[in-house]
């Protein structure tokens, strides 16, 4: 067990809905990153936060967004859904070096 | 050009085989370096870091190359369990304090009776 903690782990939305992932970090990792993964792709990073602040974005649109809390779990919000954001989020929680990912969230859009 | 490039597969290896995945990065100021093993439908898992020295993990052994860019991991008397996709990592690091992971397609790997 990694000790992270993703909900829900199962999801279907319509196409323009918005939706909120939730992620519950290791203890003692003040950083968590989030990471698309496509079917037969690898993961993609999205966004990682430090410290409640961005620290790093991939090319994602502004429609992806996010927020990390005091305790160090973090949201990641994505409005106006479209088909192609079909995908299994994950969510990681790291040290310096090493990445403990949770199970995932596997979002459908309809 | 993708920032790290793995062969597919599927590679198809009886059990017992010995088999090499091969894994080029193209940023050169990329800081530290995984292999990462995803079951079907499942997270991925840390399998082993990757050092300029080599690295020996029981079956497994992963090697680097920084001068060519390039990582490798080799699995000797593979087991049916080895069955899964083998993901190669690498750690780019940003001018924060932290950094993130950009991971490779993936190699699947099938090991059959």
């Known amino acids: 067990e990694t000790g992270v903690t993703q909900s829900p782990t199962h999801l279907i939305k319509t196409r323009g809905q918005q939706v909120t992932l939730r992620c519950s970090s290791q203890s003692g990792h003040n950083t968590v990153s989030w990471y698309q993964q496509a079917l037969g792709q690898g993961p993609q990073f999205i966004f990682q936060y430090y410290r409640e602040e961005e620290n790093g974005r991939g090319n994602f649109p502004p429609r992806f967004s996010g927020l990390q809390f005091p305790n160090y779990s973090s949201e990641l919000n994505v409005n106006a859904l479209e088909l192609d954001d079909s995908a299994l989020y994950l969510c990681?929680?790291?040290?310096?070096?090493?990445?403990?990912f949770g199970q995932g969230t596997r979002l459908t859009v309809v | 050009r993708k920032e790290v490039e793995q062969d597919p597969g599927p590679f198809n290896v009886p059990e017992g085989a010995t088999v090499a995945f091969n894994c080029t990065y193209s940023?050169?100021?990329?800081?530290?370096f995984f292999w990462y093993r995803q079951d079907c439908r499942k997270e991925p898992k840390l399998l082993m870091s990757v050092y300029s020295s080599g690295n020996e993990d029981g079956r497994f052994t992963a090697q680097l190359n920084r001068a060519s860019q390039y990582i490798s991991l080799l699995i000797r008397d593979s087991k049916l369990s080895d069955s899964a996709t083998y993901l190669c990592?690498?750690?780019?690091?940003?001018?924060?304090?932290?950094?993130?992971?950009?991971f490779g397609t993936g190699t699947r790997l099938q090991v059959t009776l």
């Open positions: 990592v690498v750690n780019m690091k940003d001018t924060g304090t932290a950094s993130k992971l950009t």
């Open positions: 990681a929680s790291s040290s310096d070096r090493q990445a403990f």
């Open positions: 940023n050169s100021a990329s800081q530290s």
